[in-house]
């Protein structure tokens, strides 16, 4: 079984997550501006990683555009955000508006709490962080909005570890090439 690891992030944490799962699973890791359509013929296992930028999944639009060859693949999608993975009905709509529907049945969803350091944000989207807190009315919830975060670890990648070991076979020494 050959898998490959595709991955569209904004600040990074997306980044780190799919180097990471490259490492543990010994699979092939590229952005998905990198990723060659060809060689995504050549996988029957897809791992990809999407950062979440104002609730809309950033590889969105990679997925639709590669939909012809990937949607009879295994896909185990990991979603990196600040969303809190108690507020499932937030995550939930991800879902409904990032994964086309005819690659949803294939797909085996992971979410992973990202980061953000504000000083690292760009200007444009500080702006948009303060009016989006400025908006909201409780107090704490609004400083918990402006606060930095880092939830960044790599023990949050072991459930897909662990999903994508067993689905590509239990005692295989290795899942790449």
């Given at each position: ?41 050549a996988y029957d296992l897809l791992v990809i990683g999407t950062s979440v930028y104002i609730g809309k999944l950033q590889i969105a639009s990679w997925l639709k555009d590669h939909l012809p060859l990937i949607r009879n693949k ?104």
């Amino acid at each position: 079984m050959k898998g490959i690891i595709i991955y569209k992030g904004k600040y990074g944490a997306t980044a780190q997550y799919a180097r990471w799962l490259s490492e543990e699973l010994n699979l092939p890791v590229f952005s998905s501006e990198n990723s060659d359509q060809e060689n995504l013929l050549a996988y029957d296992l897809l791992v990809i990683g999407t950062s979440v930028y104002i609730g809309k999944l950033q590889i969105a639009s990679w997925l639709k555009d590669h939909l012809p060859l990937i949607r009879n693949k295994k896909i185990f999608l990991f979603l990196v955000s600040a969303t809190p993975p108690d507020e499932n009905e937030k995550l939930q709509d991800y879902i409904k508006s990032g994964i086309p529907d005819q690659i949803r049945p294939n797909c085996q969803v992971f979410y992973l709490r990202g980061k953000m350091i504000v000083k690292d944000l760009s200007l444009k989207d500080r702006l948009l962080l303060k009016m989006g807190a400025w908006m909201v009315k409780d107090p704490q919830e609004r400083k918990k909005m402006l606060t930095d975060f880092n939830s960044v670890q790599k023990e949050n990648i072991t459930g897909i570890v662990t999903a994508v070991k067993k689905y590509a076979g239990a005692g295989q020494p290795s899942l790449a090439l």
